[in-house]
């Protein structure tokens, strides 16, 4: 019997990291142990490395199912660079490239093997499999298999049939976003054998969350973006139209900025990508169709144009800033305007279960916007975790607390028109309509329900109609007015409701989301190094790249370029400990590196870092 491999040294080696991340090794150990294994990692907790280093330590091929075409080939780019055999097969490669890799495989050339779901099923596929001597499959992205992820794709429910394929392997599924429901989804549809289940928490202590009121959003983009020109960063549009529209505004001021989206042609869509993923264009303008398993460790700052339709795709989206461990900033645009925009379209959909759940989706999202806590808080209470402080100094209402005042009155009058409307008509209705009777509205509805003859008709013209809609939303929020379930999103006035309407009970009430003072606030910490050193690193860095045709970052990361610029080393020997530097990059870069370093230093004096 084979000794067990050792897995520190594999991973300094190849890899050039001197420690695992939160469950890594527990994971990679349980793999290798031939067990099933489900596991629950954020946004830049090290997905990738829990099958990529298994891969490694066992014979055989590893295989891993992705849905992007992008996403495989950044990542067998950046194992090639470490000197991991790997390879993908997609639609991108030309035949004869295909059948090249095909035969390699067949030679058993290659220890991981990226390939889409669809691929997989294609007729034949089961006996290549069973000649490539699959020693353990990878399922990337698996919340793809539950109708109730945000994310869902019906392929993903046929990789089941893998199993008796290949009723040896052992089987891996990872994701970054999934809720119990969506876990549970995922052991069933995949078949996963009593897996072995690792949940990391869903903090991302390095990411600082804000939420501004959407006023003039193009002049507050460039407020945000000026100051970080040289940064990369997503802003997340709700339609085509705008994302084409955002990025040609900031073009027009001299940004790198380009748009992505479903409309683009493929081969544009994908030079776009290639630019941002280079460093070409800084600035990537897009619908949700752009990011999933974008391996970029470097992006700085999200922005959301508009408001997202759920929580898991925000924190998805948000969680592609500060992959590499840095700083990352999450900046949403808020306005009663989007939150009835996406609720006119959810009105279309015509199946009544997928309406009902998108709605219920719509109002968490809301309520998340809306909140006076702790922004953090809320978003790990979503995926079940309870956050431990009380302030995580690192979102804007930890950071600037939001004002609170009586607001007894205004929750009077909506609780009581509340109550009106129900007794006169016997049924509920939605908030919109109750915002019309305060405000004295004239509709078609209110004249044909005679809500105009009630004593609360235009009690309310006192507050604006977002306003008043915010004091809905919170009096829901508080537990005193409930939601039904039906087919329609009618409000019903909860026991404590009627109890705080009855007694006129004091209620407190949170003012709206203003915009904050100008103030970077940051969360997690970044690495204190010499800045001119690491922007000289940053140039070596780029030339490197393009001369070799891959991203920045496959040669090293900010991390490991911020690192060095803090150490000074000045030989290749130096840099055992910097992170991110494993023996084929030290033995490919370490001295040209070095040697920038000692040529900066001929002409500059060393900066000390307590």
């Known amino acids: 019997m084979s000794a067990a491999p050792d897995l520190s040294a594999l991973l300094k080696r190849v890899f050039g990291y001197g420690e695992f991340r939160p469950h890594q090794r527990e994971i990679i150990e349980a793999s290798l142990a031939g067990r099933d294994v489900l596991a629950l990692l954020p946004t830049g907790g090290g997905k990738s490395l829990c099958f990529q280093l298994p891969a490694l330590a066992r014979p ?12 495989m080939k950044d990542q067998v780019d950046a194992l090639r660079a470490s000197g991991v055999a790997a390879t993908f097969l997609n639609s991108s490669l030309g035949a ?14 290659y220890k991981l093997l990226y390939v889409a779901p669809e ?47 290949l009723p040896d392997a052992s089987l891996m599924a990872l994701t970054a976003t999934a809720t119990a429901r969506v876990r549970s989804d995922i052991a069933a549809h995949l078949q996963l054998r009593d897996p072995a289940i690792f949940v990391s928490s869903f903090n991302r202590p390095n990411l600082a969350y804000r939420v501004v009121p959407k006023d003039q959003p193009l002049k507050q983009i460039l407020e945000f973006v000026r100051p970080r020109e040289r940064e990369s960063g997503i802003i997340y549009c709700a339609s085509r139209a705008a994302a084409d529209r955002v990025a040609a505004s900031l073009v027009g001021r001299g940004l790198l900025a380009q748009p992505y989206h479903a409309g683009l042609k493929a081969d544009e869509r994908s030079r776009h990508q290639e630019q941002f993923l280079r460093d070409d264009t800084r600035i990537i303008c897009a619908t949700v169709a752009f990011g999933m398993g974008i391996n970029k460790p470097n992006v700085r700052w999200i922005i959301h144009h508009d408001l997202p339709k759920n929580i898991e795709g925000y924190y998805q989206e948000t969680g592609r800033a500060g992959r590499d461990g840095l700083p990352g900033e999450c900046l949403l645009l808020f306005s009663a305007g989007d ?5 006119h379209f959810l009105d279309e959909i015509t199946d009544d279960h997928e309406r009902h759940l998108a709605r219920a989706q719509l109002r968490q999202m809301v309520h998340y916007a809306e909140s006076a806590g702790c922004r953090r808080r809320e978003l790990l209470a979503y995926f079940g975790e309870t956050y431990p402080q009380e302030n995580c100094g690192g979102c804007d209402n930890c950071l600037e607390p939001r004002e609170s005042y ?15 409307i129900r007794q006169a008509s016997r049924f509920g209705t939605g908030l919109n309509h109750i915002v019309d009777v305060l405000l004295g509205a004239d509709t078609e509805k209110i004249r044909r329900w005679n809500h105009d003859r009630l004593t609360t008709y235009g009690i309310g013209s006192e507050i604006s109609r977002p306003e008043w809609a915010a004091v809905g939303r919170e009096l829901i929020r508080f537990g005193h007015v409930a939601v039904s379930e039906g087919e329609y999103a009618t409000l019903e006035l909860t026991a404590e409701g009627l109890a705080v309407l009855k007694a006129r009970a004091p209620v407190l009430l949170t003012k709206s989301i203003a915009a904050p003072k100008t103030r970077r606030s940051r969360g997690g910490s970044d690495i204190a190094c010499d800045e001119i050193l690491f922007e000289r690193l940053r140039g070596l860095r780029k030339r490197l ?18 690192a060095m610029a803090r150490a000074y080393p000045q030989a290749a020997e130096a840099m055992d400990g910097i992170p991110g530097v494993g023996e084929k990059k030290r033995a490919e870069f370490g001295e040209i590196f070095a040697g920038e370093i000692a040529a900066y230093l001929r002409e500059n004096s060393r900066q000390r870092f307590d």
């Open 119 to 165: 691929r997989l099923m294609l007729e034949g596929w089961a006996e290549n499999l069973q000649k490539w001597n699959v020693s353990a499959l990878a399922i990337d992205e698996a919340h793809c298999v539950s109708e109730w992820g945000h994310d869902f794709r019906p392929e993903y429910r046929q990789l089941a049939r893998l199993r008796a394929a």
């Open 60 to 71: 055989g091929l590893t295989i891993v199912v992705s849905p992007l075409i992008a996403l």
């Open 96 to 109: 004869d490239e295909a059948r090249t890799r095909l035969r390699d495989l067949h030679r058993g050339e």
């Open 339 to 343: 939150v009835a925009k996406q609720t």
């Open 545 to 562: 790249a393009d001369a070799r045709g891959v991203p920045a970052y496959i040669v090293f990361g900010d991390t490991t370029l911020r």
């Open 406 to 420: 009586d607001g007894t009155i205004v929750a009077q009058k909506f609780l009581s028109c509340l109550y009106r």
